[in-house]
């Protein structure tokens, strides 16, 4: 076995423990309740995704992915600090209030 077979032998296999592993995560997002863990759930799928990329970069050889995954990266960033946004409750007055034994503090 060469190294260039082995490497082939390598990356093909990272791809799909990584294929598996955006498989779960779709799963948990659909069945867990709760926006939040949906919101983690889909950012680790973002991560996968670029993983991926990068993966594939290294075994093509095309480096102008490594831009592709960069610019992805942004654009997943961007899109889960809205949907947080969007998504999650605002608090009120910029306190989060606290729960104590007699009431609700700021």
């Not at 294929?19 to 889909?42: D, E, F, H, W």
């Not at 592709?68 to 608090?91: C, F, G, K, N, Q």
């Amino acid at each position: 076995m060469s190294i260039t077979s082995a490497y082939t032998l390598l990356y093909s296999a990272a791809l799909v423990y990584l294929g598996v592993l955006m498989a779960v995560m779709l799963v948990r997002a659909v069945q867990v309740p709760g926006v939040t863990n949906r919101l983690i759930s889909t950012n680790m799928i973002g991560t996968l995704v670029n993983m991926a990329i990068l993966i594939l970069s290294a075994k093509l050889n095309e480096s102008w992915l490594i831009d592709v995954a960069l610019i992805y990266t942004m654009i997943s960033m961007v899109s889960v600090l809205i949907l947080s946004r969007v998504a999650l409750p605002a608090e009120k007055n910029g306190a989060p209030e606290k729960e104590t034994g007699r009431g609700k503090i700021r």
